[in-house]
Protein backbone atom coordinates (compact mmCIF):
# COMPACT_ATOMS: atom_id res chain seq x y z
CA UNK A 1 0.00 0.00 0.00
CA UNK A 2 1.09 3.55 -0.73
CA UNK A 3 -0.47 6.87 -0.36
CA UNK A 4 0.59 10.06 -1.51
CA UNK A 5 -0.63 13.46 -0.21
CA UNK A 6 -4.16 12.19 1.13
CA UNK A 7 -6.95 14.84 1.55
CA UNK A 8 -10.57 13.77 2.53
CA UNK A 9 -12.47 16.72 2.61
CA UNK A 10 -16.74 17.26 3.68
CA UNK A 11 -18.19 20.18 2.63
CA UNK A 12 -16.44 22.84 4.46
CA UNK A 13 -14.38 20.31 6.55
CA UNK A 14 -10.87 19.36 5.88
CA UNK A 15 -10.52 15.56 7.91
CA UNK A 16 -7.70 14.31 6.25
CA UNK A 17 -5.22 16.83 5.03
CA UNK A 18 -1.47 15.76 2.72
CA UNK A 19 -1.08 12.30 4.55
CA UNK A 20 1.53 10.19 3.26
CA UNK A 21 2.80 6.74 3.90
CA UNK A 22 3.68 3.50 2.85
CA UNK A 23 3.41 0.20 3.62
CA UNK A 24 5.22 -3.00 2.69
CA UNK A 25 4.50 -6.62 2.68
CA UNK A 26 4.05 -8.32 5.93
CA UNK A 27 4.71 -4.94 7.89
CA UNK A 28 2.42 -3.33 10.39
CA UNK A 29 1.40 -0.02 11.04
CA UNK A 30 -0.54 1.94 13.57
CA UNK A 31 -2.56 4.64 13.10
CA UNK A 32 -2.77 6.28 16.81
CA UNK A 33 -4.95 9.15 17.87
CA UNK A 34 -8.04 11.25 19.67
CA UNK A 35 -11.47 10.49 18.28
CA UNK A 36 -11.48 12.86 15.61
CA UNK A 37 -8.28 12.89 14.10
CA UNK A 38 -9.10 11.47 11.17
CA UNK A 39 -7.45 7.90 11.74
CA UNK A 40 -11.30 6.06 10.43
CA UNK A 41 -11.53 8.72 7.56
CA UNK A 42 -7.73 7.29 6.32
CA UNK A 43 -9.11 3.80 6.57
CA UNK A 44 -12.26 4.08 4.60
CA UNK A 45 -10.64 6.15 1.54
CA UNK A 46 -8.06 3.32 1.27
CA UNK A 47 -10.58 0.94 -0.02
CA UNK A 48 -12.60 4.48 -1.72
CA UNK A 49 -15.52 3.57 0.93
CA UNK A 50 -16.20 7.40 0.31
CA UNK A 51 -17.06 7.14 -2.94
CA UNK A 52 -20.74 7.98 -3.41
CA UNK A 53 -21.11 9.68 -0.11
CA UNK A 54 -20.12 13.38 -1.22
CA UNK A 55 -17.30 13.27 0.10
CA UNK A 56 -13.91 14.98 -1.80
CA UNK A 57 -11.10 12.90 -2.27
CA UNK A 58 -7.96 13.71 -3.17
CA UNK A 59 -4.21 12.32 -3.70
CA UNK A 60 -3.02 9.22 -4.66
CA UNK A 61 -4.00 5.72 -3.02
CA UNK A 62 -1.93 2.73 -4.44
CA UNK A 63 -3.22 -1.03 -1.95
CA UNK A 64 -2.13 -4.22 -4.01
CA UNK A 65 -0.36 -2.40 -7.04
CA UNK A 66 -4.40 -0.93 -8.33
CA UNK A 67 -4.76 3.16 -8.33
CA UNK A 68 -8.00 3.07 -5.79
CA UNK A 69 -8.77 6.80 -6.94
CA UNK A 70 -8.94 5.66 -10.19
CA UNK A 71 -10.80 2.09 -10.09
CA UNK A 72 -13.79 1.28 -11.49
CA UNK A 73 -16.20 -0.21 -9.19
CA UNK A 74 -15.94 -3.93 -11.13
CA UNK A 75 -12.04 -3.07 -9.71
CA UNK A 76 -13.26 -2.08 -6.43
CA UNK A 77 -14.98 -5.08 -5.89
CA UNK A 78 -12.48 -7.07 -6.79
CA UNK A 79 -10.10 -5.64 -4.64
CA UNK A 80 -12.59 -6.18 -1.19
CA UNK A 81 -12.52 -8.87 0.33
CA UNK A 82 -10.31 -10.31 -2.22
CA UNK A 83 -7.13 -8.84 -2.11
CA UNK A 84 -7.48 -6.09 0.69
CA UNK A 85 -9.98 -6.34 3.96
CA UNK A 86 -11.11 -4.21 6.87
CA UNK A 87 -12.40 -5.63 10.05
CA UNK A 88 -14.69 -2.91 11.51
CA UNK A 89 -15.06 -1.51 15.04
CA UNK A 90 -18.13 -2.75 16.15
CA UNK A 91 -18.95 -6.61 14.78
CA UNK A 92 -22.89 -6.64 15.89
CA UNK A 93 -23.58 -3.87 13.47
CA UNK A 94 -21.39 -5.19 10.76
CA UNK A 95 -22.85 -8.30 10.81
CA UNK A 96 -26.26 -9.30 9.49
CA UNK A 97 -28.38 -10.45 12.73
CA UNK A 98 -30.85 -12.74 10.31
CA UNK A 99 -28.19 -15.11 8.76
CA UNK A 100 -25.93 -17.64 10.48
CA UNK A 101 -22.07 -16.40 11.00
CA UNK A 102 -20.74 -19.36 8.65
CA UNK A 103 -22.91 -18.86 5.92
CA UNK A 104 -21.95 -14.64 5.89
CA UNK A 105 -18.59 -15.90 5.45
CA UNK A 106 -19.09 -18.57 2.53
CA UNK A 107 -21.53 -15.44 0.74
CA UNK A 108 -18.04 -13.47 1.01
CA UNK A 109 -16.03 -16.75 0.07
CA UNK A 110 -18.59 -17.04 -3.37
CA UNK A 111 -18.63 -13.74 -4.29
CA UNK A 112 -14.45 -13.74 -4.95
CA UNK A 113 -14.27 -17.27 -5.96
CA UNK A 114 -17.11 -18.55 -7.53
CA UNK A 115 -16.70 -21.85 -5.57
CA UNK A 116 -20.02 -24.21 -4.58
CA UNK A 117 -21.84 -23.56 -2.09
CA UNK A 118 -20.25 -26.67 -0.53
CA UNK A 119 -17.18 -25.62 -0.56
CA UNK A 120 -17.65 -22.15 0.56
CA UNK A 121 -19.42 -23.94 3.48
CA UNK A 122 -16.22 -25.79 4.29
CA UNK A 123 -14.22 -22.44 3.82
CA UNK A 124 -15.82 -20.76 6.51
CA UNK A 125 -15.36 -23.72 9.26
CA UNK A 126 -12.00 -23.92 8.08
CA UNK A 127 -11.48 -19.84 8.80
CA UNK A 128 -13.33 -19.56 11.75
CA UNK A 129 -11.28 -22.76 13.35
CA UNK A 130 -8.40 -20.88 12.37
CA UNK A 131 -9.28 -17.92 14.48
CA UNK A 132 -9.84 -20.06 17.45
CA UNK A 133 -13.55 -20.35 17.60
CA UNK A 134 -13.96 -23.21 19.35
CA UNK A 135 -15.94 -26.73 18.19
CA UNK A 136 -16.61 -24.54 14.19
CA UNK A 137 -18.52 -26.64 12.31
CA UNK A 138 -21.32 -26.21 14.85
CA UNK A 139 -20.68 -22.46 15.93
CA UNK A 140 -20.94 -21.76 12.01
CA UNK A 141 -24.49 -22.25 12.27
CA UNK A 142 -25.02 -19.70 15.05
CA UNK A 143 -26.23 -16.28 14.87
CA UNK A 144 -24.13 -13.13 16.03
CA UNK A 145 -26.12 -12.64 18.92
CA UNK A 146 -25.42 -16.02 19.98
CA UNK A 147 -21.70 -15.04 20.03
CA UNK A 148 -19.87 -13.15 22.83
CA UNK A 149 -18.22 -9.97 21.65
CA UNK A 150 -14.33 -11.49 21.27
CA UNK A 151 -16.23 -14.22 19.41
CA UNK A 152 -17.62 -11.71 17.02
CA UNK A 153 -14.92 -9.88 16.43
CA UNK A 154 -13.22 -13.13 15.59
CA UNK A 155 -15.72 -14.33 13.18
CA UNK A 156 -15.22 -10.73 11.44
CA UNK A 157 -11.34 -11.47 11.00
CA UNK A 158 -12.31 -15.13 9.85
CA UNK A 159 -14.78 -13.61 7.09
CA UNK A 160 -11.68 -10.91 6.52
CA UNK A 161 -9.21 -13.55 5.99
CA UNK A 162 -11.59 -15.50 4.35
CA UNK A 163 -10.47 -15.20 0.46
CA UNK A 164 -6.58 -14.75 2.08
CA UNK A 165 -6.05 -11.16 2.12
CA UNK A 166 -2.59 -9.45 1.22
CA UNK A 167 -3.67 -6.24 3.71
CA UNK A 168 -6.03 -6.70 6.45
CA UNK A 169 -7.18 -2.94 7.72
CA UNK A 170 -8.11 -3.04 10.96
CA UNK A 171 -10.66 -0.01 12.54
CA UNK A 172 -10.47 0.31 16.50
CA UNK A 173 -10.77 -3.72 16.61
CA UNK A 174 -10.65 -4.61 19.96
CA UNK A 175 -12.47 -1.16 21.82
CA UNK A 176 -14.59 -2.38 24.05
CA UNK A 177 -13.11 -5.72 24.58
CA UNK A 178 -12.02 -6.72 28.10
CA UNK A 179 -8.62 -7.44 28.24
CA UNK A 180 -8.34 -10.85 27.90
CA UNK A 181 -10.24 -11.09 24.89
CA UNK A 182 -8.06 -7.74 23.29
CA UNK A 183 -4.79 -9.69 23.73
CA UNK A 184 -6.25 -13.04 22.29
CA UNK A 185 -7.03 -10.63 19.42
CA UNK A 186 -4.18 -8.96 19.04
CA UNK A 187 -2.13 -12.67 19.39
CA UNK A 188 -4.49 -14.00 16.55
CA UNK A 189 -3.37 -10.73 14.41
CA UNK A 190 0.23 -10.86 15.32
CA UNK A 191 0.23 -14.37 14.47
CA UNK A 192 -1.89 -14.47 11.45
CA UNK A 193 0.66 -12.10 10.09
CA UNK A 194 3.33 -14.20 10.80
CA UNK A 195 1.91 -17.10 8.87
CA UNK A 196 0.81 -15.01 6.06
CA UNK A 197 2.71 -12.72 5.40
CA UNK A 198 -0.29 -9.86 4.86
CA UNK A 199 0.07 -6.48 5.57
CA UNK A 200 -1.83 -4.98 8.71
CA UNK A 201 -3.12 -1.43 9.03
CA UNK A 202 -4.13 -0.95 12.72
CA UNK A 203 -6.14 1.96 13.60
CA UNK A 204 -7.09 2.78 16.76
CA UNK A 205 -6.59 5.86 20.17
CA UNK A 206 -5.34 3.11 22.55
CA UNK A 207 -1.45 4.04 22.38
CA UNK A 208 -1.02 0.71 24.20
CA UNK A 209 -2.75 -1.45 21.62
CA UNK A 210 -0.54 0.30 18.60
CA UNK A 211 2.79 -0.62 20.86
CA UNK A 212 1.89 -4.58 21.43
CA UNK A 213 0.53 -5.16 17.70
CA UNK A 214 2.80 -2.61 14.85
CA UNK A 215 6.77 -1.82 13.61
CA UNK A 216 5.86 1.86 12.94
CA UNK A 217 3.06 3.89 14.24
CA UNK A 218 2.01 7.39 12.60
CA UNK A 219 0.72 10.13 15.44
CA UNK A 220 -2.65 11.98 13.43
CA UNK A 221 -3.92 15.03 14.65
CA UNK A 222 -6.30 17.09 13.18
CA UNK A 223 -6.03 15.26 9.86
CA UNK A 224 -2.80 15.33 9.49
CA UNK A 225 0.63 13.32 10.55
CA UNK A 226 2.12 14.82 13.59
CA UNK A 227 5.25 11.76 14.11
CA UNK A 228 6.27 8.54 12.47
CA UNK A 229 8.23 6.50 13.29
CA UNK A 230 9.30 2.84 14.62
CA UNK A 231 7.38 1.61 17.56
CA UNK A 232 9.80 1.89 19.72
CA UNK A 233 11.25 5.03 18.73
CA UNK A 234 7.98 7.30 18.85
CA UNK A 235 6.12 5.51 22.09
CA UNK A 236 10.17 5.53 24.04
CA UNK A 237 11.52 8.85 22.97
CA UNK A 238 8.78 11.14 20.97
CA UNK A 239 9.67 14.11 19.30
CA UNK A 240 6.47 16.06 19.55
CA UNK A 241 4.84 17.64 22.24
CA UNK A 242 1.20 15.72 20.95
CA UNK A 243 2.78 12.81 21.08
CA UNK A 244 4.14 13.64 24.82
CA UNK A 245 0.16 14.38 25.28
CA UNK A 246 -1.21 11.49 24.29
CA UNK A 247 1.67 9.05 26.15
CA UNK A 248 0.68 10.99 29.52
CA UNK A 249 -2.76 10.38 29.33
CA UNK A 250 -2.67 6.74 29.18
CA UNK A 251 -3.73 4.77 32.45
CA UNK A 252 -0.81 2.61 33.45
CA UNK A 253 -1.16 -0.45 36.03
CA UNK A 254 2.05 0.34 37.95
CA UNK A 255 1.02 4.15 38.94
CA UNK A 256 -0.95 5.07 41.96
CA UNK A 257 -4.43 7.02 42.40
CA UNK A 258 -4.53 10.19 40.52
CA UNK A 259 -6.48 13.20 42.55
CA UNK A 260 -8.36 15.57 40.72
CA UNK A 261 -5.50 17.77 40.28
CA UNK A 262 -3.36 15.13 38.22
CA UNK A 263 -1.10 13.96 41.05
CA UNK A 264 -0.92 10.11 42.04
CA UNK A 265 -1.63 9.03 45.32
CA UNK A 266 -3.48 12.11 46.97
CA UNK A 267 -3.94 11.96 50.88
CA UNK A 268 -7.51 12.04 52.75
CA UNK A 269 -8.44 8.46 51.01
CA UNK A 270 -10.88 6.29 52.79
CA UNK A 271 -11.05 3.07 51.15
CA UNK A 272 -14.44 1.12 51.15
CA UNK A 273 -15.43 -1.95 52.64
CA UNK A 274 -16.14 -5.16 50.17
CA UNK A 275 -16.09 -8.91 50.37
CA UNK A 276 -17.01 -11.88 48.38
CA UNK A 277 -16.34 -15.71 48.30
CA UNK A 278 -12.79 -16.37 48.11
CA UNK A 279 -11.53 -12.76 48.54
CA UNK A 280 -8.31 -11.89 50.00
CA UNK A 281 -10.16 -11.01 53.65
CA UNK A 282 -11.35 -15.07 53.12
CA UNK A 283 -14.90 -16.64 51.73
CA UNK A 284 -17.87 -14.42 52.77
CA UNK A 285 -15.88 -11.86 54.82
CA UNK A 286 -16.18 -8.21 55.37
CA UNK A 287 -12.49 -6.07 55.65
CA UNK A 288 -13.67 -3.05 58.05
CA UNK A 289 -11.62 0.28 57.48
CA UNK A 290 -12.19 3.41 59.77
CA UNK A 291 -14.89 5.75 58.93
CA UNK A 292 -13.63 9.31 57.69
CA UNK A 293 -15.71 12.25 56.53
CA UNK A 294 -14.02 11.97 52.81
CA UNK A 295 -11.73 14.88 51.73
CA UNK A 296 -14.21 18.08 50.63
CA UNK A 297 -17.50 16.25 51.37
CA UNK A 298 -20.97 17.82 50.67
CA UNK A 299 -21.26 18.46 54.48
CA UNK A 300 -18.95 18.18 57.24
CA UNK A 301 -19.35 15.33 60.36
CA UNK A 302 -22.69 15.52 62.05
CA UNK A 303 -26.30 15.17 61.56
CA UNK A 304 -26.49 16.43 58.18
CA UNK A 305 -23.77 13.61 57.14
CA UNK A 306 -25.05 11.03 59.15
CA UNK A 307 -28.60 11.40 57.39
CA UNK A 308 -27.10 10.39 54.25
CA UNK A 309 -24.78 7.77 55.43
CA UNK A 310 -25.23 5.05 57.98
CA UNK A 311 -23.29 5.68 61.74
CA UNK A 312 -19.87 4.23 60.49
CA UNK A 313 -19.96 6.39 57.21
CA UNK A 314 -21.52 3.73 54.53
CA UNK A 315 -23.39 4.95 52.03
CA UNK A 316 -24.05 2.02 49.83
CA UNK A 317 -24.11 -1.82 50.76
CA UNK A 318 -24.95 -5.08 49.40
CA UNK A 319 -25.01 -8.37 51.64
CA UNK A 320 -25.46 -11.20 50.32
CA UNK A 321 -26.64 -10.31 46.45
CA UNK A 322 -27.41 -13.16 44.45
CA UNK A 323 -29.19 -12.70 40.54
CA UNK A 324 -30.42 -15.37 38.15
CA UNK A 325 -31.78 -15.60 35.14
CA UNK A 326 -34.14 -18.01 33.15
CA UNK A 327 -35.60 -20.31 34.28
CA UNK A 328 -35.64 -24.51 34.35
CA UNK A 329 -32.22 -25.60 32.59
CA UNK A 330 -31.66 -22.38 31.01
CA UNK A 331 -31.25 -20.59 34.20
CA UNK A 332 -27.77 -19.39 35.52
CA UNK A 333 -26.37 -17.36 38.16
CA UNK A 334 -24.94 -13.42 36.67
CA UNK A 335 -24.14 -12.54 40.55
CA UNK A 336 -23.55 -15.15 43.24
CA UNK A 337 -23.30 -13.53 46.74
CA UNK A 338 -21.85 -10.85 46.69
CA UNK A 339 -21.14 -7.97 49.59
CA UNK A 340 -19.71 -4.94 49.59
CA UNK A 341 -19.54 -1.35 50.91
CA UNK A 342 -18.95 2.00 49.89
CA UNK A 343 -18.42 4.41 52.08
CA UNK A 344 -18.69 8.46 51.71
CA UNK A 345 -16.03 10.43 49.53
CA UNK A 346 -14.46 6.78 48.49
CA UNK A 347 -14.62 4.83 44.87
CA UNK A 348 -15.01 1.07 44.19
CA UNK A 349 -13.62 -0.30 41.19
CA UNK A 350 -15.01 -3.79 40.14
CA UNK A 351 -13.11 -5.21 37.51
CA UNK A 352 -13.85 -8.45 35.17
CA UNK A 353 -14.22 -10.13 32.22
CA UNK A 354 -17.25 -9.50 30.32
CA UNK A 355 -19.60 -11.88 31.60
CA UNK A 356 -18.59 -11.86 35.29
CA UNK A 357 -21.04 -10.18 36.53
CA UNK A 358 -19.81 -6.44 36.84
CA UNK A 359 -22.99 -4.71 35.33
CA UNK A 360 -25.57 -7.10 36.73
CA UNK A 361 -24.05 -6.03 39.98
CA UNK A 362 -24.09 -2.20 39.45
CA UNK A 363 -27.91 -2.21 38.36
CA UNK A 364 -28.74 -4.05 41.24
CA UNK A 365 -27.05 -1.38 43.52
CA UNK A 366 -28.85 1.54 41.56
CA UNK A 367 -32.48 -0.51 41.95
CA UNK A 368 -32.80 -1.21 38.30
CA UNK A 369 -32.74 -5.01 38.89
CA UNK A 370 -34.11 -6.53 41.46
CA UNK A 371 -31.45 -9.46 43.52
CA UNK A 372 -33.02 -13.26 43.68
CA UNK A 373 -31.19 -13.15 46.80
CA UNK A 374 -29.81 -10.68 49.20
CA UNK A 375 -30.62 -7.01 49.70
CA UNK A 376 -29.02 -3.62 49.05
CA UNK A 377 -28.44 -1.21 52.02
CA UNK A 378 -28.50 2.64 51.67
CA UNK A 379 -27.64 4.82 54.35
CA UNK A 380 -28.17 1.77 56.63
CA UNK A 381 -31.59 1.08 55.83
CA UNK A 382 -32.86 -1.54 53.12
CA UNK A 383 -33.84 -0.16 49.86
CA UNK A 384 -36.46 -1.69 47.31
CA UNK A 385 -36.87 -0.64 43.65
CA UNK A 386 -34.83 2.85 42.80
CA UNK A 387 -33.39 5.62 45.03
CA UNK A 388 -33.07 8.46 43.31
CA UNK A 389 -30.18 9.22 45.84
CA UNK A 390 -28.17 6.68 43.88
CA UNK A 391 -27.84 7.44 40.31
CA UNK A 392 -26.08 5.28 37.09
CA UNK A 393 -23.89 6.82 34.84
CA UNK A 394 -24.19 4.36 31.64
CA UNK A 395 -21.90 2.79 29.09
CA UNK A 396 -23.40 4.27 25.99
CA UNK A 397 -24.08 7.78 26.36
CA UNK A 398 -25.74 7.66 22.89
CA UNK A 399 -28.19 5.02 23.80
CA UNK A 400 -29.28 6.24 27.16
CA UNK A 401 -29.76 9.33 25.97
CA UNK A 402 -33.37 10.23 23.69
CA UNK A 403 -31.79 11.25 20.39
CA UNK A 404 -35.45 13.45 19.69
CA UNK A 405 -35.10 15.61 23.19
CA UNK A 406 -32.57 17.86 23.62
CA UNK A 407 -29.92 17.53 26.13
CA UNK A 408 -30.90 19.93 28.53
CA UNK A 409 -34.28 18.41 28.56
CA UNK A 410 -32.90 15.20 29.64
CA UNK A 411 -30.84 16.65 32.41
CA UNK A 412 -34.26 18.17 33.31
CA UNK A 413 -36.21 14.92 33.89
CA UNK A 414 -34.36 14.33 37.33
CA UNK A 415 -35.36 17.73 38.90
CA UNK A 416 -39.07 17.90 37.40
CA UNK A 417 -39.47 13.94 38.72
CA UNK A 418 -38.59 15.37 42.19
CA UNK A 419 -41.36 17.95 42.25
CA UNK A 420 -39.84 20.95 40.79
CA UNK A 421 -42.67 22.72 38.71
CA UNK A 422 -41.00 26.57 37.98
CA UNK A 423 -39.16 26.28 34.57
CA UNK A 424 -37.44 29.08 35.07
CA UNK A 425 -35.52 27.02 38.34
CA UNK A 426 -35.39 24.26 35.84
CA UNK A 427 -33.55 25.64 33.24
CA UNK A 428 -31.54 27.99 35.20
CA UNK A 429 -30.46 24.37 37.39
CA UNK A 430 -29.53 22.89 34.27
CA UNK A 431 -27.45 24.96 32.90
CA UNK A 432 -25.63 25.10 36.19
CA UNK A 433 -24.82 21.23 35.84
CA UNK A 434 -23.79 21.69 32.64
CA UNK A 435 -21.31 24.42 33.36
CA UNK A 436 -20.25 22.27 36.29
CA UNK A 437 -19.46 19.31 33.84
CA UNK A 438 -17.45 21.02 31.56
CA UNK A 439 -20.06 22.58 29.06
CA UNK A 440 -22.17 25.61 28.32
CA UNK A 441 -25.18 26.59 29.91
CA UNK A 442 -25.79 27.40 26.18
CA UNK A 443 -26.18 23.79 25.18
CA UNK A 444 -29.51 23.08 26.66
CA UNK A 445 -31.08 22.95 23.48
CA UNK A 446 -28.92 21.28 21.23
CA UNK A 447 -29.65 17.47 20.63
CA UNK A 448 -26.96 14.59 21.70
CA UNK A 449 -25.94 13.98 17.66
CA UNK A 450 -24.14 18.03 18.33
CA UNK A 451 -21.97 16.13 20.96
CA UNK A 452 -18.84 14.21 20.87
CA UNK A 453 -18.74 11.23 22.52
CA UNK A 454 -16.66 12.83 25.65
CA UNK A 455 -19.40 15.55 25.79
CA UNK A 456 -22.52 12.88 25.80
CA UNK A 457 -20.85 11.25 28.75
CA UNK A 458 -20.79 14.61 30.45
CA UNK A 459 -24.21 14.81 29.84
CA UNK A 460 -24.84 12.00 31.01
CA UNK A 461 -23.10 12.56 34.42
CA UNK A 462 -24.82 15.69 34.51
CA UNK A 463 -27.79 14.37 34.14
CA UNK A 464 -26.51 11.98 37.33
CA UNK A 465 -25.84 14.77 39.81
CA UNK A 466 -29.41 16.43 38.76
CA UNK A 467 -31.20 14.63 41.32
CA UNK A 468 -28.10 15.17 44.05
CA UNK A 469 -27.19 11.80 44.57
CA UNK A 470 -24.95 10.39 47.64
CA UNK A 471 -23.96 7.93 45.06
CA UNK A 472 -22.99 7.10 41.54
CA UNK A 473 -22.37 3.84 39.72
CA UNK A 474 -20.36 4.18 36.65
CA UNK A 475 -20.73 1.07 34.24
CA UNK A 476 -17.94 1.51 31.97
CA UNK A 477 -18.41 5.19 31.39
CA UNK A 478 -15.01 5.71 29.36
CA UNK A 479 -14.50 2.49 27.49
CA UNK A 480 -15.41 3.79 23.74
CA UNK A 481 -13.66 7.09 24.89
CA UNK A 482 -9.95 7.73 23.58
CA UNK A 483 -7.11 8.41 26.32
CA UNK A 484 -7.52 12.04 26.49
CA UNK A 485 -11.43 12.22 26.53
CA UNK A 486 -10.91 9.68 28.77
CA UNK A 487 -8.49 11.31 31.27
CA UNK A 488 -10.92 14.60 31.29
CA UNK A 489 -13.91 12.23 31.89
CA UNK A 490 -12.35 10.81 34.84
CA UNK A 491 -10.61 13.93 36.18
CA UNK A 492 -14.23 15.68 36.11
CA UNK A 493 -15.28 12.25 38.01
CA UNK A 494 -12.85 13.08 40.80
CA UNK A 495 -13.20 16.39 40.84
CA UNK A 496 -17.03 15.80 41.45
CA UNK A 497 -16.08 13.32 44.11
CA UNK A 498 -13.71 15.78 46.18
CA UNK A 499 -16.49 18.55 46.15
CA UNK A 500 -19.51 16.84 46.77
CA UNK A 501 -18.26 13.90 48.65
CA UNK A 502 -19.51 10.72 46.51
CA UNK A 503 -19.60 7.76 46.74
CA UNK A 504 -18.30 6.28 43.41
CA UNK A 505 -18.77 2.04 42.21
CA UNK A 506 -16.51 2.34 39.00
CA UNK A 507 -17.25 -0.78 36.64
CA UNK A 508 -15.08 -1.11 34.08
CA UNK A 509 -12.73 -3.76 32.64
CA UNK A 510 -10.11 -1.84 31.75
CA UNK A 511 -7.64 -2.27 34.36
CA UNK A 512 -5.46 0.42 34.04
CA UNK A 513 -8.67 3.10 34.41
CA UNK A 514 -9.85 1.42 37.66
CA UNK A 515 -5.95 2.05 38.91
CA UNK A 516 -6.26 5.19 38.46
CA UNK A 517 -9.29 5.98 40.21
CA UNK A 518 -9.83 3.37 43.19
CA UNK A 519 -9.06 3.29 46.73
CA UNK A 520 -10.40 -0.02 46.45
CA UNK A 521 -10.54 -3.06 44.08
CA UNK A 522 -12.68 -5.95 43.74
CA UNK A 523 -12.09 -8.55 41.07
CA UNK A 524 -15.22 -10.95 39.83
CA UNK A 525 -15.27 -13.95 37.72
CA UNK A 526 -18.26 -15.80 37.14
CA UNK A 527 -20.42 -13.42 39.01
CA UNK A 528 -18.40 -14.00 42.38
CA UNK A 529 -15.28 -11.58 44.29
CA UNK A 530 -12.59 -13.59 43.62
CA UNK A 531 -10.10 -10.70 45.43
CA UNK A 532 -10.23 -7.79 46.71
CA UNK A 533 -8.64 -5.05 48.82
CA UNK A 534 -6.78 -1.77 48.54
CA UNK A 535 -5.64 -1.14 44.72
CA UNK A 536 -2.08 -1.14 45.87
CA UNK A 537 -1.62 -4.42 47.44
CA UNK A 538 -4.63 -6.11 44.53
CA UNK A 539 -1.97 -4.47 41.87
CA UNK A 540 1.20 -5.10 43.69
CA UNK A 541 0.75 -8.30 44.83
CA UNK A 542 -2.44 -9.75 43.49
CA UNK A 543 -3.07 -13.55 45.19
CA UNK A 544 -5.53 -15.15 42.46
CA UNK A 545 -4.17 -16.41 39.60
CA UNK A 546 -7.61 -14.79 37.66
CA UNK A 547 -6.13 -11.47 38.88
CA UNK A 548 -2.85 -12.28 37.91
CA UNK A 549 -3.84 -13.45 34.42
CA UNK A 550 -5.73 -10.01 33.88
CA UNK A 551 -2.99 -7.86 34.92
CA UNK A 552 -0.50 -9.99 32.35
CA UNK A 553 -3.03 -9.11 29.77
CA UNK A 554 -2.92 -5.36 30.09
CA UNK A 555 -1.08 -3.69 27.01
CA UNK A 556 2.20 -2.63 27.66
CA UNK A 557 3.79 0.59 26.18
CA UNK A 558 7.27 -0.78 25.74
CA UNK A 559 7.27 -3.16 22.49
CA UNK A 560 10.11 -5.24 23.47
CA UNK A 561 8.26 -6.08 26.91
CA UNK A 562 4.72 -6.68 24.75
CA UNK A 563 6.60 -9.29 23.04
CA UNK A 564 7.85 -10.90 25.87
CA UNK A 565 4.16 -11.11 27.19
CA UNK A 566 2.86 -12.26 23.68
CA UNK A 567 5.28 -15.13 23.79
CA UNK A 568 4.47 -15.87 27.34
CA UNK A 569 0.82 -16.31 26.68
CA UNK A 570 1.84 -18.67 23.30
CA UNK A 571 3.51 -20.58 25.43
CA UNK A 572 0.76 -21.08 27.96
CA UNK A 573 -2.03 -21.45 25.47
CA UNK A 574 0.08 -24.38 24.05
CA UNK A 575 0.48 -26.03 27.66
CA UNK A 576 -2.83 -25.40 28.05
CA UNK A 577 -3.73 -27.50 24.48
CA UNK A 578 -1.32 -29.89 25.49
CA UNK A 579 -2.85 -30.55 29.10
CA UNK A 580 -6.55 -31.28 27.67
CA UNK A 581 -5.14 -33.36 24.70
Not at 159 to 165: D, G, I, N, S, Y
Not at 195 to 204: F, I, K, P, Q
Request: hydrophobic residues 40%; glycine residues 12%.
Amino acid sequence: MEVSGLTVEFGDLRAVDGLSFRLEKGAALGLVGESGSGKSTVASALLALHRGTGARVGGAVRVAGLDVQAASDDELRRLRGAKAAMVFQDPLSSLDPYYAIGAQIAEVYRVHTRASRRAARARAVEVLDRVGIPDAARRARSRPHEFSGGMRQRALIAMALACEPELLIADEPTTALDVTVQAQILDLLHTLREETGMGLLLVTHDVGVAAESVDEVLVMRHGRAVEHGAVGAVLGAPGEAYTRELLAAVPRVDGGRADPGGRRGGPGRVPPQVAGSGSRAGSGSRVDSQAGSGSGSRSGAGSASDRRSGSDGAVLEAVGLRREFGRGKRRFTAVDDVSLTVRRGETLGVVGESGSGKTTLGRMLVGLLEPTAGTVRYAGREQAGVNPAVQMVFQDPVSSLNPRRSVGESIADPLRAGGERDEGRVRGRVRELLERVGLEGAHYDRYPHEFSGGQRQRVGIARALAAEPHAIVCDEPVSALDVTTQAQVVALLAELQRELGLALVFVAHDLAVVRQVSDRVAVMRHGRIVEHGPADEVYGSPRDPYTKQLLAAVPALDPEVAAQRRAARRALAVAQRNVTA
